[in-house]
């Protein structure tokens, strides 16, 4: 199956230029507001002024307000880590997409594999909310990742279509173009195992065949697919360079202004 997908896509590797690299830091539930100010203050001194890649920083809701307003002035973009499908109204404990606009958050980080575990998100879930997102302008960057069992009993790709296709349910090709999708295989988050760029690249590639299959050729070439599960300084250039890696969802190395700072310089494109 793999080879005849690896030829589908070949043309669509030559052209991988076209996309631009996105770099994203989940800071999942750290970070105090002071925290979350000196470390957006650190990456602006660091790497506020580059315009090579896309940076994101995605704080807990409590700091968005304030990060927001210190990042103006630099190039670095704020996103949040969840939101809710509904738009307003009784439901205690959630956020609405329009009160992310409201602090200038331009991406949502959905359908993590935290919140697959912990919350039950469903795939179905996960779609209304990034309809939610692109109805609000936000641009949401959905995640999708197989478990240790799930690749070691060779269920790889049909977890990853099952949930590539579930999660992006209902979006038009407009909107898709709009989207990340943040393949996080879930082995490899927080664990220190990073995927190797072999395992990487193969599942990339077998995402961008997936969005050829529900969209087409023109909207797979131009959606951008991060790699996330302890990206690090050390492995971001050999991981970036991948023809079908389009940047990083962080988690850990984002959370200190020298290691998150590290993995742009070294990802930047020659
Ligand atoms: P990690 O987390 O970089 O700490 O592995 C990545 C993520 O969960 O987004």
């Known amino acids: 199956m793999l080879p005849t997908l690896r030829q589908r896509i070949s043309p669509i590797k ?20 002071a925290e979350a100010l ?20 995605c704080p807990p809701f409590t700091a968005l307000s304030e990060v ?22 009784a439901f205690t404990g959630e956020i609405a997409a329009g009160m992310l606009r409201e602090l200038s958050v331009r991406h949502v980080i959905l359908g993590h594999s935290e919140r697959r575990q912990y919350q039950k998100e ?11 997102a692109h109805a609000t302008s936000l641009k949401p960057i959905v995640c999708v990742g197989e478990t240790l ?6 269920l790889t790709e049909t977890v990853i ?12 090709k407009e909107q898709m173009v709009e989207t990340v999708v943040a393949y996080e295989p879930v082995w490899a988050i927080g664990t220190g195992k990073t995927a190797t760029a072999a395992q990487a690249q193969e599942v990339h590639a077998f995402i961008r065949a997936i969005l050829v299959s529900i969209f087409d050729d023109t ?20 991981l970036m360079a991948l023809p079908d890696v389009d ?24």
């Open 219 to 238: 909207v797979a070439r131009r959606v951008r697919i991060q790699y996330g599960g302890s990206v690090k300084a050390s492995n971001a250039t050999e």
């Open 38 to 57: 000196a470390l957006v203050n650190g990456l602006k001194i660091e790497v506020g002024k580059v315009k090579e890649l896309d940076i994101v920083v």
């Open 161 to 172: 279509e099952t949930q590539v296709r579930g999660s992006l349910a209902g979006l038009s």
């Open 247 to 270: 940047g990083a969802l962080v988690g850990g190395a984002a959370l200190d202004v020298r290691s998150f700072s590290d993995i742009i310089k070294n990802s930047i494109p020659n």
């Open 68 to 89: 927001s307003k210190a990042i103006l002035d630099s190039n670095i973009r704020l996103g949040a880590q969840n939101m809710s499908e509904n738009s307003f109204g």
């Open 149 to 154: 069992a799930e690749r070691e009993g060779g």
């Open 14 to 33: 030559m052209i991988k230029k076209e996309r631009r690299l996105i770099i994203a830091g989940n800071w999942k539930m750290n970070k105090t507001v």
């Open 122 to 132: 469903s795939d179905e879930l996960i779609s209304k909310k990034a309809l939610a």
